[in-house]
């Protein structure tokens, strides 16, 4: 009993600890790259991993072997770098820095370097605000045609995966389509957006979390072809399936766990 109850909390317990991760990316000047930037929240005076990303801004994917340079300052003034230039095999490197005190800092990249080949130095600069007054939002993609399917993504692979093109198939042809759908789109995108970014990052670096997510969403997924019945335009339809396949889900996720749990306490009990 005490096992199904673990496994009931686990997703309630991984979302609010994903969704603290501030998240930003923007591109090099020249568009070379997209360089992504994340952190948990920062307390002045201890170390902070800034998690960092270089992004293939036409496959969307990480960039393996880039030559780079960061430097952290506020008001002008260096507070960690700039160090030498430095080569990431892998596309991502964890930056440990101490962020004395509260206010804006800026956080600098040079890159002069792409799978072992010399580039003319392109910059990227972001800004991190440290402690509650100078707090900044969390980056939330704005444009709803373009969002991608990033926890699918990382778990299947890559965004050709049926599974993937099934989910942006059903958000374009039928959500997207009425008004209802946009209405939730929008809103389901704000809660999506702030927590999705740093789990799909993690899929990526531990193959058991990225499987364990993977059977996870499988039965969502299959739920979600009920849509595919929906006339494009149609906007009862449209609700009216969608509102099924939420309620299934809800049945699928939180009812049948609750039922196993509340059988096995009454056997036990007996």
Do not use: W
Request: aromatic content about 10%; hydrophobic content about 40%; some cysteine.
């Amino acid at each position: 009993m005490r096992f199904l109850i673990v496994l009931l909390l686990i997703p309630l317990l991984i979302t609010p600890a994903f969704a603290q991760t501030n998240s930003q990316t923007l591109p090099t000047e020249k568009g070379t790259l997209d360089v992504k930037l994340s952190y948990d929240k920062i307390i002045p005076g201890q170390e902070t991993k800034l998690n960092i990303d270089f992004i293939n801004p036409q496959t969307k994917k990480i960039q393996e072997h880039i030559d780079y340079t960061i430097t952290v300052s506020k008001d002008g003034e260096s507070v960690f770098g700039p160090i030498p230039l430095t080569h990431t095999s892998i596309g991502s490197v964890k930056i440990p820095v101490e962020f004395v005190d509260e206010g804006v800092y800026s956080v600098e990249f040079g890159i002069e370097g792409i799978l072992f080949q010399p580039i003319p130095l392109e910059k990227v600069s972001f800004e991190v605000a440290v402690g509650e007054s100078y707090a900044q939002p969390i980056e939330i993609p704005k444009d709803n045609n373009d969002n991608g399917c990033l926890i699918a993504t990382a778990a299947f692979g890559s965004e050709l995966a049926p599974q993937v093109q099934q989910l942006r198939e059903i958000r374009d042809s039928k959500l997207l389509q009425t008004e209802s759908g946009k209405l939730f789109m929008s809103s389901f995108n704000d809660f999506y957006y702030s927590f999705s970014p740093a789990i799909s990052d993690y899929e990526r670096e531990n193959s058991i979390f990225k499987e364990a997510v993977k059977i996870a969403i499988t039965p969502m997924l299959s739920t979600l072809s009920i849509m595919t019945l929906a006339e494009g335009d149609s906007e009862s339809e449209v609700l009216g399936l969608g509102l099924s396949v939420i309620a299934l889900n809800i049945g699928m996720y939180v009812g049948i766990p609750i039922f196993g749990i509340l059988k096995i306490y009454q056997f036990k009990r007996k």
